[in-house]
Structures are given as structure tokens and as C-alpha cells.
């Protein structure tokens, strides 16, 4: 299940990702509901989505 938490206060590396306007106003709904920046819920989604990758048959 996915928790929001505080992990990700440090991150310093800047990057331009481009959204779909659905996506970017879910995102957005999500990161206001749970008092939290924007930024913060991409990285925790990032975190979640690598942490529960599933590897690929070779």
C-alpha cells in the first residue's frame, strides 16, 4: 500500500517532467489532500513505482 511520508525533504536535483493534464490534476488533488508539495508526492510515486518494479523475464 502507498503511505506518504517525509523521507524526501532533501532532494536537491532538478528535473522538467511533463504530465498529462489528468495526471497533473490528480496529483496535485492528492498532494493538497494530504498537506504535502507536489514535488514531494512525485517523489514518493517514483519511489513506490522503482521499489515494486517487477523485473523482467530475461
Known sequence: ???INNEFKSAN???TVR???PIF???NQIAAEN???F???VLQCC???LD???NPEK
Open 35 to 37: 498537506d504535502i508539495s
Open 13 to 15: 536535483i532538478s528535473r
Open 52 to 54: 515494486n518494479l517487477e
Open 47 to 49: 519511489k513506490y513505482a
Open 19 to 21: 504530465f498529462t493534464e
Open 1 to 3: 500500500m502507498f503511505k
Open 25 to 27: 490534476e490528480k496529483l
Open 39 to 41: 514535488n514531494l508526492l
